[in-house]
T-cell receptor, first 112, second 112 residues
Framework: DTAVSQTPKYLVTQMGNDKSIKCEQNLGHDTMYWYKQDSKKFLKIMFS???????INETVPNRFSPKSPDKAHLNLHINSLELGDSAVYFC???????????FGQGTRLTVV | QQQVKQSPQSLIVQKGGIPIINCAYENTAFDYFPWYQQFPGKGPALLIAIRPDVSEKKEGRFTISFNKSAKQFSLHIMDSQPGDSATYFC???????????FGRGTSLIVHP
């Protein structure tokens, strides 16, 4: 069983579209994250969600919004996609801020 | 955003060599320092982590050295193997903060 799963694995879409990436964890963790990894492998934290508290990295455009229907899911919605949004997006979860984070396999988003 | 500076950006060693990756931080509130390993097409996975109350931690061939006064920590890989070829990230987080900060990554290649 996959601990952190995200779908789709690949997403190709046109500029201006709105898209969502889904993430589910079956570890019973309280904290979930979204990361963006650019072409140079830099991992940038976008959001963390802990016990219904959303912590936002202030550099993330408000076109990006996380939605958590329940503790096991944290989906990422992106509005008005831009070319610069092309990257690999990783979902992750952890039991606490100072414990191991488990990452999903990533979603490669390509905006054309 | 708080930064963790990681070097070198890339590293090439022969099998059996001891690659060393260094990280430096500024925020003295950081108190959890994990290292993640990422293979192509996969999400990062925790390799080893340390807290500032110890100066060294060893797990198998991987060792973290921590220098609290210098605000530096490093990863040593003993008897490196071609299977260790991957990208390595250091990270840091502070008590109660759910926004971990990652270094920019080191691409390690171990030649047979």
């Amino acid at each position: 069983d996959t601990a952190v799963s995200q779908t789709p694995k690949y997403l190709v879409t046109q500029m201006g579209n709105d898209k969502s990436i889904k993430c589910e964890q079956n570890l019973g963790h309280d904290t979930m994250y979204w990361y963006k990894q650019d072409s140079k492998k830099f991992l940038k934290i976008m959001f963390s969600y802990n016990n219904k508290e959303l912590i936002i990295n202030e550099t993330v455009p408000n076109r990006f919004s996380p939605k958590s229907p329940d503790k096991a899911h944290l989906n990422l919605h992106i509005n008005s996609l831009e070319l610069g949004d092309s990257a690999v997006y990783f979902c992750a979860s952890s039991r606490n801020w100072d414990t191991e984070a488990f990452f999903g396999q990533g979603t490669r988003l390509t905006v054309v | 955003q708080q930064q963790v500076k990681q070097s070198p950006q890339s590293l090439i060693v022969q099998k059996g060599g001891i690659p060393i990756i260094n990280c430096a931080y500024e925020n003295t509130a950081f108190d959890y320092f994990p290292w993640y390993q990422q293979f192509p097409g996969k999400g990062p996975a925790l390799l080893i982590a340390i807290r500032p109350d110890v100066s060294e931690k060893k797990e198998g061939r991987f060792t973290i050295s921590f220098n609290k006064s210098a605000k530096q920590f490093s990863l040593h890989i003993m008897d490196s193997q071609p299977g260790d070829s991957a990208t390595y990230f250091c990270a840091a987080s502070s008590g109660g903060s759910y926004i971990p900060t990652f270094g920019r990554g080191t691409s390690l290649i171990v030649h047979p």
